[in-house]
């Protein structure tokens, strides 16, 4: 049971440039969540896919678009990375949103550099 | 306003012995939980203990407890019996009431060294 998996593990890109973060849980849940940590901070939300078919934006939604690919599959787009955008990415899933009691789960997560 | 507060940036802690780390929150929901997750040296985000607001007792996950008082809004960690793999930053976290974004508010974390 791999739980929540996220590709690639590192990457460093040129500013301008673009790259998709991959996503992918095998625990049936219905809500995935892409946050990012920079350093000294906890993790904030950048999107949100509650259900498959919505996607909605979080704290820091600038710079990025998602894709809810199906149930399983939740990728999130830099299309003109900046490096302010250099962080350290992670997926998240949850079985039940809308519920103070819906735990997330996250992935390994994906360490980007912009430079 | 920051909805979550760790004021502890870094505790050392001796092995097998107990640790406490300090979480205040803010929120006026009636209806919150709230969580601890373990992020090891690797990078990865492990959950650990979730304490809901309506929970009557403090919430127990083998040598993890959560000391909860919800008139003094604090959700304090307890690790007991420390090992050194217990070493790690430890994040407090907050989901509100249904009909929210759906987002965890997170503190700033506490790293947590324990000494042989």
């Known amino acids: 049971n791999a739980g929540v998996t996220q590709t690639p593990k590192f990457q460093v890109l040129k500013t301008g440039q673009s790259m998709t973060l991959q996503c992918a849980q095998d625990m049936n849940h219905n809500s995935m969540y892409w946050y990012r940590q920079d350093p000294g901070m906890g993790l904030r939300l950048i999107y949100y896919?509650?259900?498959?078919?919505?996607?909605d934006k979080g704290e820091v939604p600038n710079g990025y678009n998602v894709s809810r690919l199906n149930k399983r599959e939740f990728s999130l787009r830099l299309e003109s990375a900046a490096p302010s955008q250099t962080s350290v990415y992670f997926c998240?899933?949850?079985?039940?949103?809308?519920?103070?009691?819906?735990?997330?789960?996250f992935g390994p997560g994906t360490r980007l550099t912009v430079l | 306003a920051q909805k979550i507060t760790q004021t502890q940036p870094g505790m050392f802690v001796q092995e097998k012995e107990a640790v406490t780390l300090d979480c205040t929150y803010d929120t006026s929901d009636p209806s919150y939980g709230l969580f601890w997750y373990k992020q090891p040296s690797s990078g990865e985000m492990i959950f650990l203990i979730y304490q809901g607001s309506y929970d009557q007792q403090n919430a127990t996950e083998g040598r993890y407890s959560l000391n909860f008082q919800k008139a003094r809004k604090s959700a304090n960690l307890v690790i007991s019996a420390s090992q050194l793999g217990d070493s790690a930053m430890y994040f407090c976290a907050m989901r509100e009431a249904p009909g929210g974004d759906y987002k965890l508010s997170f503190g700033a974390g506490t790293t947590v060294t324990v000494r042989a």
């Open positions: 896919s509650a259900s498959e078919g919505t996607t």
């Open positions: 998240a899933s949850s079985e039940v949103p809308g519920q103070s009691t819906d735990t997330q789960y």
